[in-house]
């Protein structure tokens, strides 16, 4: 039988060259879905108004991935815990 169909696919990580974005007006000129894999790509948080996702790659530009603040990783997707393993 034919499945309904689909919603869009999937937003994959997709690196987007902050270096060479001149202003936050750029990003919010994007999709939603594109700032969306840029910060999947950066992984932290990819949620939030198209506004809010700008603003958060905005304020990364410049940023080695090892120094992103860690409130702002996405938390791992959650798999079964091991036994002991403090979440």
Known sequence: ADAPAAPAAPVEPLELKLSKIGDIAELEAMSLDRLKAA???LGV???GTLEQRAER??????VKKEDI?????????KKR???GEDG
């Open 57 to 62: 790659l905005w304020n990364l530009k410049g």
């Open 39 to 41: 910060l999947m790509f």
């Open 45 to 47: 948080k990819c949620g």
């Open 81 to 83: 815990k091991r036994d």
């Open 69 to 77: 603040d860690p409130k702002l990783l996405a938390k791992p997707s």
